[in-house]
């Protein structure tokens, strides 16, 4: 052996001891544009979700991982779809409501007539026969039959809608007023109480004093106050009563 072919033989052996691997480039450049199309697929909403899994597979390998990833990324995806979903509905509902209180709120203008002389409760009072009456026929008074009557701005009872508390109270010289009895009406049960007849239009009340109510109380303040749901305001009046005992 020739010292010239000698050295090419050792030069071909250390070459293919040492020959680097070639880099897959073109395997690279696929699993780069895969992403990229993933990327594009995610920002385009839930339907093409279904597309993912098979480029993530090509991405990983075997797909194991990436395709638990892809569930999870849809599983939210659809969940937040379903809340914008909800908030939507509950959205149209408010502007349906709106819609429907818009033309209370936008009343036609008429010459001469303002918001003032529109009718409203603006006071309440006892009408006539309001007193104690003996309803169980025991020879005294054992209740309290009241008539209120909410009036507008030219003294004419008008019908509300809204709450009543009625309290009774005994006042006694130098001591402090003791509540006998307090009741509370809610508006469909005063709506129940309001009556018309030869005696007018009004609320008819019946207020059941205790049975342990002391002999000595002869004479009782009762305070009706009626808050007005239309208006907000709340009206008030209070009589003093008489006891038969």
């Known amino acids: 052996m020739t010292p010239r072919t000698g050295g090419k033989t050792m030069i071909a052996e250390l070459s293919s001891k040492c020959q680097v691997r070639e880099v897959p480039i073109r ?10 199309r993933c990327i ?18 090509r991405i990983g390998g075997d797909g194991t991982a990436p395709d638990q990833a892809a569930d999870q990324l849809r599983q939210e995806n659809l969940k937040l779809q379903r809340e914008i979903e909800t908030l939507n509905h509950k959205l149209d509902a408010r502007i349906k409501q709106i819609e429907t209180l818009a033309p209370a709120t ?11 002389d529109l ?8 009408a006539r026969y309001t007193g104690p009456i003996d309803a169980q026929r025991t020879g005294h008074d054992d209740t309290l039959r009241l008539f209120l009557r909410p009036t507008d701005q030219q003294d004419r009872v008008i019908p509300v809608t809204g709450q009543a508390i009625i ?14 009895v307090e009741t509370t009406l809610s508006p469909a049960e005063l709506d129940k109480d309001y009556r018309e007849g030869f005696t ?3 609320y008819a009340v019946d ?18 106050a009626l808050t007005d749901a239309a208006t907000g305001t709340t009206l008030t009046c209070e009589q003093a009563m008489k006891l038969k005992r």
């Open 106 to 116: 936008s009343r036609p203008t008429l010459p001469g007539v303002s918001a003032a």
């Open 207 to 224: 207020v059941p004093l205790p049975k342990d109510l002391p002999a000595e109380v002869t004479e009782v303040t009762v305070k009706a």
């Open 40 to 57: 594009l697929i995610l920002s385009l909403g839930p339907w093409p979700l279904a597309l993912l899994p098979g480029c993530i597979s």
């Open 167 to 180: 309290q009774v109270v005994h006042l006694q010289p130098g001591r402090p007023p003791r509540v006998v």
């Open 27 to 36: 395997k690279v450049q696929g699993n780069l544009l895969c992403l990229v």
């Open 200 to 202: 007018g239009a009004h």
């Open 119 to 126: 009718p409203r409760a603006v006071a309440l009072k006892f």
